[in-house]
């Protein structure tokens, strides 16, 4: 079979410049594209949020400050308070069908849609504020403030209704929103002093108020003018010359100066409501002015869409015919040793060694057979053999793995076995020779080294652990719970150190687990013992849950960083491969294969006096209900425990 190189491949492709030309239209077009969608969704965010959203916020604005002056009185509502709130209700009712609609929800991202269900529940709480108003429960300051919520909601939404990517529209956008927030600001300090005017005077709380809602209102509406261009700043520049303007600033320089209402105070409604109702009018004149430019910049792009787009369509057409011929069986080939070579690494190969790790005999040709190219390209066909050279070589590497690990396995059993014999051989001879010894000192020794003989026959068992074997017999019966801790207790070096703490009667383990429950506990509370001080006391509590029986193990040692403690959970969570160099923590693997045995979990976390807390939970189904259960002997005497053998807690 004749073969071609790749190299002159990817010449025949790379002759054409499909790639630089493909790239720079989706370029232009996408970015063109993007510009158009995004402002018409300003647009439509602009009709169905915004011109709602400002409606109520005009509404709330109105009916707070007829709240407020109502407090204000010593007679009932104020007259038209009844009016406001019904306008008010109407922009709820327009703003939540607008905003919510299947139109603005398909437009608007997971932000403005928070943003809204923010404003439409500050909104739902408009009939308890009116309660409270009714009910002269709440102040002046309260009532706006509590009303203020509403509009601060409706400002956050339409800050993020601010999305223009051209620079120059998105300024202009910010510029009137500033505005609009400075316009707020004079309807808040409106209605408190319109308020404490029909009152008479000016509460403390409320002239701090003012004193920074003052200049606040000046800051954001300087910022908000300066921002915006020629067309837009003209209207607004005159309004800040105009005398009613000067005239509210001179009225709130007195309040902030003097700390009380000032002496025209007369003046402050009138000229509250002209000058406000001017900004109304020019926020809603030049918000539609530049919702105009925002669709007259649409039709622009979408002129630009079809010129770009148009001609480099035509451009990328021809250069796709006379490439296709030289990149399809190209194409082909590639796409077909991918698709082996991931069979290969995520299938074949994985469960080839799973099955060779776990003992089973595997057959190279039949698992993973040689993979066989479909082309004529001559690095296809190179790369082809060897992949098939690698997988050979990796399923005979895990194959020798696997065996060199049953064979250490083998060792480690069998070693362990012969261990375990000689121990319980010595453990009887102890016992005789304890029933024969009567002087206390003897018998103190004889203890000893039956309690450091304990000590090895627990070693030897979870080396057995290690190797995947069981390490011995069960119990018949079911054995109470507090006798299991106290059984692991005695087989640890330091179990001097170690406080019992009570636990409930009546809990009682499953014969098939109590051995290895007992040697678990005995692995952590020697873990425990060791990585502490030695003047420090290990406390160990247990009590029931919903889902079974939760004992910890608590030191006061240096503790575990959190990253340790992560990776020391994911052991014990998922029992990994034994790790011969890592001696200092086998008794965590030996852990970790008895807590997956029998579905227990067990987690370390740091304590709250320094040191760590082992937390483990058995599950109920190694538990056995009292009733049930025939009386079984103790595996160690509670009370006695401190002057007893060690050799007791031996299955």
Known sequence: MLYCTIRSKLYALLSLPIVALIGLWMFVTGHVIG????????????????????????????????????LSGTVGQKPGL???????????????????????????????????????????????????????????????????????????????????????????????????????MMSREDALVAGAILAGRLKRPEYKAVEVIAPNRLLLLTEGTATLDDELRGPFDTLLASAQHQKLISLEEEIVETSRLPEESALWNSVAADLGGSMDRLLATRSRLLNGRVDDAAGWIIAEIVI???????????????????????????????????????TRLPRAVEQLRGGEAVEVGVSVPPIVAKGCTLEIVDISRAFSTV??????????????????????????????????????????????????????DLNRLDHLTARMRRKAEGLIILSGAAAGGTWLNPAPLPDVVYAAVAEVEDYRRITVFPMPDGIRLTGSATADVTLLLAELLENATVFSPPNTQVNIRGESVARGF??????????????????????????????????EQLGLFVV????????????????????????????????????????????????????????????
């Open 35 to 70: 510009d158009f969608f995004q402002l018409r969704q300003a647009a439509t965010l602009y009709e169905r949020v915004a011109v709602p959203s400002t409606a109520l916020v005009i509404a709330v604005q109105t009916e707070r400050k007829l709240s407020a002056v109502t």
């Open 82 to 184: 009844a009016d406001a709130r019904n306008l008010t209700d109407a922009a709820v009712t327009a703003f939540r069908g607008q905003a919510t609609s299947m139109e603005a929800m398909t437009t608007t991202g997971s932000e403005v849609r928070v943003a809204i269900a923010q404003v439409v529940a500050e909104a739902d709480k408009l009939p308890t504020l009116r309660a409270d108003v009714d009910a002269r429960v709440s102040d002046r300051l309260r009532a706006v403030q509590s009303f203020s919520r509403v509009v601060d909601a409706v400002y956050r939404l339409q800050d993020r209704l601010v999305t223009a990517s051209n620079v120059d529209l998105y300024q202009q956008a910010v510029g009137l929103q500033r505005i609009a927030h400075a316009r707020d």
């Open 308 to 346: 770009a787009g148009g001609f480099g369509l035509v451009a990328i057409v021809g250069v796709v015919v006379l490439s296709a011929r030289f990149g399809g069986g190209l194409a082909r080939e590639l796409g077909e040793l991918r698709r082996t070579a991931l069979e290969l690494a995520e």
């Open 391 to 444: 997988q050979r070589t990796a399923v005979e590497s895990a194959a020798g793995e696997a065996r060199l690990r049953l064979g250490f396995n083998q060792v480690f059993r069998n070693l362990a076995r012969r261990n375990q014999a000689l121990v319980h051989r010595q453990l009887a001879q102890l016992d005789a020779m304890q029933r024969k010894a009567s002087e206390p000192e003897v018998l103190e």
């Open 550 to 583: 939760v004992l910890e193990i608590e030191d006061r040692g240096l503790g575990l960083q959190d990253r340790e403690c992560e990776e020391i959970n994911e052991r014990l969570a998922n029992p990994p491969e034994v790790n011969l160099i890592d001696r």
């Open 592 to 651: 970790s294969r008895l807590a997956a045995r029998h579905g227990i979990k067990v987690t370390l976390n740091r304590s709250a006096f320094g040191g760590a807390t082992a937390v483990v939970l058995i599950p109920r189904s190694l538990l056995d209900a009292p009733e049930e259960i025939p009386p079984a002997p103790p595996l160690i005497p509670p009370l006695e425990f401190p002057q007893q053998s060690s050799r007791q807690s031996s299955r």
